[in-house]
T-cell receptor, first 114, second 113 residues
Framework: DQQVKQNSPSLSVQEGRISILNCDYTNSMFDYFLWYKKYPAEGPTFLISISSIKDKNEDGRFTVFLNKSAKHLSLHIVPSQPGDSAVYFC?????????????FGTGTLLAVQP | EAQVTQNPRYLITVTGKKLTVTCSQNMNHEYMSWYRQDPGLGLRQIYY???????DKGDVPEGYKVSRKEKRNFPLILESPSPNQTSLYFCASSGTGSNEKLFFGSGTQLSVL
């Protein structure tokens, strides 16, 4: 049973436009959410996170929104750049964001077209 | 430079031939873990370790062993590899406070023929 779901395997966006990546979860005990970015032939790297006590966290061009009632989070990238082309994994954890309980989604491949 | 180092990057082997994938981190992290990435399944945790001599099963531990004799090293052992263990493997580490983030190695692409 997939507790963290990314229903869009891929997304294509024009450079300069907004990219919106979505993630749904089923476990209401999750209290910390993260996005990781992965380039080919590299390991995932941390991008941005949000605690369940917030509904928005912003870091430069990246903003994560959390809707607890819908059990949904999204990552907005504005403006999108070709260098943002990568696989994006959302992840969720409980117990104060314990990394041993981190559950990953299946990933969304973002392609930003020049 | 803070990093997680895995070796080898690529490995092709045959069914039943024991192999070890090494992982080392230089950030003095207590927590280390192994994941495998498969198409359509995302990243799934194999084993993790909260500290030296403390290891525990993740979601997909069957066919794997680990050991944590030193804080910096966390090798993944496949005693008798099978074709269904063909996958991309990642080692990761982090601190053990609240809201920590994982640092990943560059990955090991394993093919079992």
């Amino acid at each position: 049973d997939q507790q963290v779901k990314q229903n869009s395997p891929s997304l294509s966006v024009q450079e300069g436009r907004i990219s919106i990546l979505n993630c749904d979860y089923t476990n209401s005990m999750f209290d910390y959410f993260l996005w990781y970015k992965k380039y080919p032939a590299e390991g995932p790297t941390f991008l941005i996170s949000i605690s369940s006590i917030k509904d928005k966290n912003e870091d430069g061009r990246f903003t994560v929104f959390l809707n607890k009632s819908a059990k949904h989070l999204s990552l907005h990238i504005v403006p999108s750049q070709p260098g943002d082309s990568a696989v994006y994994f959302c992840a969720a954890s409980e117990d104060g964001g314990a990394t041993n309980k981190l559950i990953f989604g299946t990933g969304t491949l973002l392609a930003v077209q020049p | 430079e803070a990093q997680v180092t895995q070796n080898p990057r690529y490995l092709i082997t045959v069914t039943g031939k024991k192999l070890t994938v090494t992982c080392s981190q230089n950030m003095n992290h207590e927590y280390m873990s192994w994941y495998r990435q498969d198409p359509g399944l995302g990243l799934r945790q194999i084993y993790y370790s909260m500290n030296v001599e403390v290891t525990d099963k993740g979601d997909v531990p069957e066919g794997y062993k680990v050991s944590r004799k030193e804080k910096r090293n966390f090798p993944l052992i496949l005693e008798s590899p099978s074709p269904n263990q063909t996958s991309l493997y990642f080692c990761a580490s982090s601190g053990t406070g609240s809201n920590e983030k994982l640092f990943f190695g560059s990955g090991t692409q394993l093919s079992v023929l």
